[in-house]
């Protein structure tokens, strides 16, 4: 059975910064995985994953300030945030792209990031 644990969430002022950890078990570890955020009221968006040659894909509202980096040993996922602006307050999900219809039985329960002075 496939679970997606995400962590590391939190409330931080603009300009600071978190990291966001993910956990995954139960299956291989994909080359292709990335990081999803869902505001309220809006649908779920992928911020920036890594492609299956290795290659990471970031939106262009997070260039520059997020990364994402991987341990294959250990089956995680991080995604480095910094200069956070309030438009990132969202939960976070990270999952395997391109999401299928088994995939999207995956979603973990996220991880909270509020962005707020």
């Known amino acids: 059975q496939v679970q997606i644990v995400e962590s590391g969430g939190g409330s931080v002022q603009p300009g600071g910064n978190l990291r966001l950890s993910c956990q995954v078990s139960?299956?291989?570890?994909?080359?292709?995985m990335g990081w999803w955020l869902q505001s309220p009221g809006s649908q779920r968006d992928v911020v920036v994953s890594?492609?299956?040659?290795?290659?990471?894909n970031h939106h262009d509202s997070v260039k520059g300030r997020f990364t994402i980096t991987r341990n294959n040993a250990h089956n995680s996922l991080d995604l480095q945030m910094k200069n956070l602006k309030p438009d990132a307050t969202a939960v976070y999900y990270c999952?395997?792209?391109?999401?299928?219809?088994?995939?999207?039985?995956?979603w973990g329960q996220g991880a909270q990031v509020t962005v707020s002075s």
């Open positions: 890594f492609k299956r040659d290795g290659s990471t």
């Open positions: 139960g299956t291989q570890f994909g080359s292709a």
């Open positions: 999952n395997f792209p391109p999401i299928t219809p088994l995939g999207a039985r995956w």
